[in-house]
C-alpha cells in the first residue's frame, strides 16, 4: 500500500513538472512600513525652438531612470515545452502614469491567465508606485508616494514543493526603495535644431573652400556621409568646436558673380533643464555664426 501511494505521489509530481500547473497559495498584501514621497517640479524653457516636453515625456524618463538602477536583470525567457516557459526577472510597466514594479519566478503556461493565474506556479513580488503629473506648456508638478503595500506570492506545486523567488521579499523591496529615490532625479532633454546661413563673399570658392580645410577638421558621420565635391560646387562636413562640443557643420561653396557664395547647416543639438535653462542660447548661435563669418573672410 505504501509503495503505491508513493508512486501515486511521484506520478503526481512529475506530471505538475511537465505540464506546469499548480494550486498555489492566495498572493498575501504586506504593508511597506514606509511614507516617503517625492515633489518635484519642472520647468522647461528653449529660447531657440518651440519644444514642447510633455507629461509622458516626463514619466519615461523617470521609468528609465528607476529601471536602470535596479539591481536585477530584465525577465527572460526559456521554453520548457510546446505550453510552458520558464521565466526569471523582472519586469516593470507604465499604467496610467504610475509604475508598476514585478519580480517572477517561475513556468507558466499558455493557457493560464498570465503569471498571476491562480492555479500557476509563478512565485511574485509586485510593486505599483502612483506617480501624479499636474500643469502643461511644459511647466509641472509632480509629487510620487512610495506604495502602502506589496503583493507576494510564493507558488507551490499542489503544495509538495514551493517555487523560489528571485530574491528574499526584503531584498527586493529594497530594490523598489533605491529606484524609488531616482525620481528626484534632475530631468534634462535634449532637443535638436538645424541652424541655416548663406555669406556671400569677393573672395574665389577656392580660397574658401581651403580656409575651411586650414581651420577646421572634418567631421565622421556615422551615416557614411559623403562630400559630394563637383567642378562646381564644394560640398563637406566640418566640426565646428565650440565650448568644447563639437557640432556638424556642413558647407557648400560656389561661383557667385564676381566672387563666391557659402551656404552652410549647423546641426544643434542641446539640452533643457528642469530649472528653466539649457545648455545653450541666441548669443551661442550667434556666436557659430560669426566664428564661420570668420572662416570665410579670413
Known amino acids: ?15 505538475v513538472a511537465l505540464t506546469g500547473c499548480g494550486a498555489s497559495p492566495k498572493p498575501q498584501l504586506i504593508q511597506t512600513n514606509d511614507t516617503q514621497s517625492i515633489q518635484q517640479k519642472y520647468n522647461y524653457v528653449d529660447n531657440l525652438q518651440d519644444t514642447q516636453i510633455s507629461k509622458e515625456d516626463i514619466i519615461s524618463s523617470i521609468y528609465r531612470n528607476m529601471h536602470d538602477s535596479s539591481s536585477f536583470r530584465d525577465l527572460t525567457k526559456k521554453r520548457f515545452n510546446s505550453d510552458c516557459s520558464d521565466y526569471y526577472g523582472k519586469d516593470m510597466k507604465i499604467i496610467n502614469n504610475n509604475i508598476e514594479i514585478n519580480y517572477y519566478r517561475g513556468r507558466s503556461c499558455r493557457y493560464e491567465k498570465g503569471f498571476k493565474d491562480e492555479n500557476g506556479i509563478v512565485t511574485y513580488f509586485t510593486l ?9 506648456n511644459n511647466n509641472y508638478d509632480l509629487v510620487a508616494t512610495f506604495p502602502k503595500n506589496y503583493t507576494y506570492r510564493q507558488a507551490t506545486m499542489l503544495g509538495i514543493k514551493k517555487q523560489k523567488p528571485v530574491a528574499s521579499p526584503s531584498s527586493l523591496l529594497a530594490d523598489t526603495k533605491k529606484m524609488f529615490s531616482k525620481i528626484s532625479k534632475p530631468l534634462t532633454f535634449s532637443s535638436y535644431m538645424e541652424v541655416n546661413g548663406d555669406i556671400n563673399t569677393k573672395y574665389s570658392d577656392s580660397s574658401i573652400y581651403a580656409n575651411f580645410e586650414r581651420k577646421l577638421n572634418k567631421y565622421t558621420w556615422n551615416n557614411g556621409y559623403k562630400n559630394e565635391n563637383s567642378t562646381i560646387v564644394k560640398k563637406n562636413a566640418f566640426a565646428l568646436e565650440y565650448k568644447d ?38 548669443q551661442d548661435i550667434e556666436a557659430m555664426k560669426t566664428m564661420i563669418s570668420k572662416i570665410i573672410n579670413d
Open 1 to 15: 500500500m505504501k509503495n503505491i501511494l508513493l508512486k501515486s505521489s511521484i506520478m503526481v509530481a512529475t506530471l
Open 245 to 282: 562640443k563639437r557640432y556638424p557643420l556642413t558647407v557648400k561653396v560656389y561661383p557667385y558673380k564676381n566672387g563666391s557664395k557659402v551656404t552652410y547647416t549647423i546641426g544643434v543639438n542641446y539640452l533643457l533643464n528642469p530649472n528653466g535653462t539649457s545648455s545653450l542660447n541666441t
Open 128 to 136: 505599483t508606485v502612483p506617480i501624479k503629473i499636474t500643469g502643461a
